[in-house]
């Protein structure tokens, strides 16, 4: 696929009936394989900075985003 970027949406760790959860999300990035990944949509109770931090050890190309994040395309 080739794909410079992705951005996903992520709302939270445990499952959820519309929105796809943390591992769903990391499934298909995996499957997808992009160069880079942005996590959205990402609901209150998911801990910025820890999640940050989880991903930038096992996952260093995948962030998540945050409010007025400016990408540039």
């Known amino acids: 696929m080739n794909l410079e970027l992705l951005i996903i949406d992520c709302l939270k760790f445990k499952s959820h009936s519309t929105h796809l959860n943390f591992k769903k999300c990391i499934n ?4 997808i394989k992009p160069k880079k ?3 959205t949509n990402l609901h209150s ?4 900075l820890k999640l940050k931090e989880k991903l930038r050890h096992r996952y260093p190309s ?3 985003a945050y409010d007025n994040l400016k990408i540039k395309i």
């Open 28 to 31: 298909y990035i995996n499957k």
């Open 37 to 39: 990944t942005i996590l």
């Open 45 to 48: 109770d998911m801990d910025y």
């Open 62 to 64: 995948i962030v998540p």
